[in-house]
């Protein structure tokens, strides 16, 4: 998981949103860099989807910036961020029911190419994307409807679509939703295999176990600000976050005996 350049691919500067008299981001910054792959955690409400639509153009900022390949692309809209190589899967199963797993990937594929590869559809295509299938994991689910298929299988498709758009910068939201374990285990190795081909993964996750191992980096957010930046020793050794997330315990002096007020970092969103 080794860095492949020293700047940031992605850098959001100072973002604040607001609906009406709610602030659901406030002053968020933060950066995703090539080879790296980078988490955004905190609880429900914290802020950490309307982030991922900030950076992907789905929502303006009401101040703030995004910088993506050293571009200011604040106000650039979905479909040219998409060409310059955001993509993105969402918590919500977005997927084409009636169409089978690997006609999905294809529709993703082809609208990314344009209207070239609508009129001349290749060999080499559909080779590509059934690679991109067994590369997933998916490949034996190929043919089936969308509709018919697992969540968690689901959640792979929603991942090969976007890889079949050759991203450079990937935000993954709740990505390992639906996975077992041995699933679970087998998806932290492919995103370490992506980073260390060079993309920048985003990742807002539940799964702290998923989320330890494969994590460069971690940003804390609670009530739409970053509270806490670092390493997974960083964010697992820090107060704040103890205190916030991911559990602490205290001592009753008067019976010496120790009150636990763990909590786990319950489902984000």
């Known amino acids: 998981m080794g860095r492949h350049s020293s700047s940031a691919l992605l850098e959001v500067d100072d973002v604040i949103v607001k609906f009406g008299g709610v602030t659901a981001v406030n ?79 294809r529709v993703a594929r082809d609208i990314h190419g344009g209207p070239l590869a609508w009129v001349r559809p290749s060999g080499r295509s559909a080779l590509e994307i059934d690679v991109l299938l067994d590369r997933v994991g998916i490949g034996q689910y190929a043919d089936e409807r969308a509709d018919s298929i697992p969540t968690g299988t689901a959640r792979l498709l929603e ?9 450079q910068l990937l935000l993954l939201d709740e990505p390992s939703s639906g996975l077992d374990e041995s699933e679970t285990d087998a998806f932290g190795d492919l995103l370490k295999d992506l980073a260390a081909e060079g993309a920048a993964i985003l990742m807002v ?25 670092g390493t997974p020793a960083d964010i697992r050794t820090d107060p704040v976050v103890q205190r916030a997330y991911l559990g602490y315990a205290e001592v009753d002096h008067s019976g010496d005996e120790e009150i636990d007020h763990t909590t786990e970092l319950g489902v984000v969103s």
Request: hydrophobic fraction near 35%; charged fraction near 20%.
């Open 27 to 105: 002053r968020a910054t933060f950066s995703a860099h090539r080879g790296q792959i980078t988490g955004l955690i905190g609880p429900n409400g914290a802020g950490k989807t309307t982030c991922f639509n900030v950076i992907t153009g789905l929502q303006k900022p009401t101040s703030g910036r995004v910088r993506y390949q050293d571009r200011d692309v604040t106000r650039w809209p979905v479909h040219r961020r998409a060409k310059h190589g955001v993509g993105r899967t969402f918590q919500r199963l977005e997927a084409f029911g009636s169409l089978t797993v690997r006609d999905n990937v």
């Open 205 to 229: 996750e539940h799964d702290m176990d998923l989320v330890m191992a494969v994590c460069d980096d971690i940003h804390v957010l609670d009530f739409g600000q970053i509270i806490a930046s």
């Open 159 to 167: 991942l090969a679509r976007a890889l079949a758009c050759n991203p």
